[in-house]
């Protein structure tokens, strides 16, 4: 079935560092939308992509849908300790990758 | 904000035993859906409600799993007779429309530990 490939699977920064995860897939998307979960909580929704090739940014976050629709990246630029949670690309109700674990240290 | 609220935040069942998890969608959704998170691994759908009627199920969602609208506004999962691999996180989440650009919303969860 279809499944989406999630790197790296988790990550240990120093505070102000920049992080970069990506999702892959061999299936071809029309969405890709990034969550974070923080402990204790669900997922929140952090970007949306609906075109190929789209650069969308939210704040310190830019996230991109791939040309080739089958790939999509999230940064996060100089990261902070509320960054902390996992991170996981989803390409519509039903799949979710395995996620990426952030840990920054202050 | 409206949220998505769900109860009890913990649940502790010895297996075989029958647990109902409680969860209020967002009042203007009319999609719902129940998700199921193992500890330390990724979100895994488990079925779609609309209309009074599952619209999609993942094959985890076997026998053993019911979904329910019992008013206008619960919703809730069943789960007939608890094993331990059912120990889980268990989110519920909801969303205006079915399709890939209308974000779920999702609950705080549900913990159940099944001895």
């Known amino acids: 079935g279809q499944q989406l490939n999630q790197s790296p699977q988790s990550m240990f920064i120093q505070e102000g560092e920049d992080v970069s995860m990506n999702c892959t897939s061999s299936?071809?998307?029309?969405?890709w939308l990034w969550y974070k979960q923080e402990p204790g909580e669900g997922p929140v929704l952090l970007i949306a992509?609906?075109?190929?090739?789209e650069l969308t940014s939210n704040g310190r976050l830019t996230a991109q849908f791939g040309i080739t629709r089958k790939d999509s990246f999230l940064n996060i630029s100089a990261s902070i300790p509320s960054d902390v949670g996992i991170y996981f690309c989803?390409?519509?109700?039903?799949?979710f990758g395995q996620g990426t674990t952030l840990q920054v240290k202050p | 904000e409206p949220e998505v609220t769900q109860t009890p935040s913990h649940q502790v069942t010895q297996m075989g035993q029958e647990v109902i998890l409680r969860c209020v969608p967002i009042?203007?959704?009319?999609?719902f859906y129940w998700y199921r998170q193992i500890l330390g691994q990724k979100v895994e759908f488990l079925v779609s409600?609309?209309?009074?009627?599952?619209?999609?199920k993942s094959e985890i969602f076997d026998d053993q799993f019911s979904v329910e609208r019992p008013d206008g506004s619960n919703f809730t999962l069943k789960i007939r007779s608890t094993k331990l691999e059912d120990s889980a996180m268990y989110f519920c989440?909801?969303?205006?429309?079915?399709?890939?650009?209308?974000?779920?919303?999702f609950g705080n969860g549900t913990r159940l530990t099944v001895t």
């Open positions: 989440a909801s969303s205006e429309t079915p399709g890939a650009n209308s974000p779920l919303h």
């Open positions: 299936s071809i998307f029309n969405t």
């Open positions: 992509l609906y075109k190929a090739g």
């Open positions: 989803n390409t519509g109700k039903l799949i």
């Open positions: 009042s203007n959704h009319l999609y």
């Open positions: 409600f609309y209309n009074n009627e599952i619209s999609e």
